[in-house]
């Protein structure tokens, strides 16, 4: 971080280039992690930075976040987000979250309505993107999740950053 | 919670009366961490009660969430928040934070720059309320931090009802 810096000011995202946003984001990530392993204080600046960046793209997030999984296996937690009160738990399996913990693949919903089993946290939601978190081992660790107010909220840009980002914190958190 | 209501709701808040809404918010966070004692999943809901609550009463909070005292004692580690990204680790003593993890008393701060030691994690704060987290033992587990655009931002309402969420976070998370 530069001299003087203050740390909200990783907040702010100048440019309307949705690869640009997004790879400032990436790279606040690795700044903010760099010597800092402990995963919730590490997903919780993720979740502010994924809102932050959304929001300045005027992409109407309501929900930027984590879930991980429990310690009881097969079963996700409420981690560490931004926006309105969530669901805190979920089963390998159910819904959007459920299924990208499952096949350890990024879930990319246009209309949660028609995605089979939805588990609506916030009836307002019309799109949705979860990538799930996936260890060296092959172990599911948790996933990333966008909620947007619009359908058709994420596409392939967003598949591409969000699964370097992804990566970058199985790289930089313990679990 | 009722049936077919949507947790997202949870963050509504329809009174303008600061005591009212406080209350619910206690009542809230009591319903959320019913047969939940997951210390991340209760603390990342809390900050979004906090965040909804205060933005309903048109307080300008900035920054609502939670520090806990890291494996290393002595030290402050960010927890789940809602808002502009935050400092990692903060010392024991240093700021308002520190200040009340050390003192285990509450710290309100009516205007931040004449608090010694101030900590900026956003140079646009104005004024903070920080209450310490303290569990039966007399170990500080960690803190719950507010903070305002304007300078006078909390009162001794606040701190009533921030102390008696502390006093429950203490009774239903397992840190």
Chains 1, 2 share one sequence.
């Not at 590490?42 to 929001?55: C, K, P, Q, V």
């Not at 979250?97 to 028609?114: H, M, R, W, Y």
């Amino acid at each position: 971080m530069s001299e003087g810096m203050h740390h909200a000011e990783y907040s702010s995202f100048s440019s309307q280039d949705r690869e640009e946003v997004l790879q400032t984001l990436i790279d606040s990530y690795s700044a903010l992690s760099t010597d800092q392993d402990n995963w919730i204080c590490n997903l919780s600046n993720a979740s502010s930075l994924l809102w932050h960046a959304y929001r300045s793209l005027n992409v109407n997030v309501n929900w930027t976040g984590f879930y991980v999984t429990n310690v009881e296996d097969k079963e996700l937690i409420l981690g560490p987000f931004q926006g309105k009160v969530a669901c805190q738990l979920i089963a390998f399996g159910r819904g959007v979250c459920g299924a990208a913990a499952e096949s350890q693949e990024t879930q990319l919903v246009k209309d949660v309505n028609k995605f089979p089993g939805h588990i609506a946290c916030d009836g307002e939601t019309k799109s949705e993107i979860v990538v799930p978190i996936v260890n060296e081992q092959g172990k599911t660790l948790g996933v990333i999740d966008l909620d947007c107010l619009d359908y058709e909220g994420f596409g392939e840009v967003d598949k591409k950053y969000l699964e370097e980002l992804s990566r970058l914190i199985v790289k930089t958190c313990k679990f």
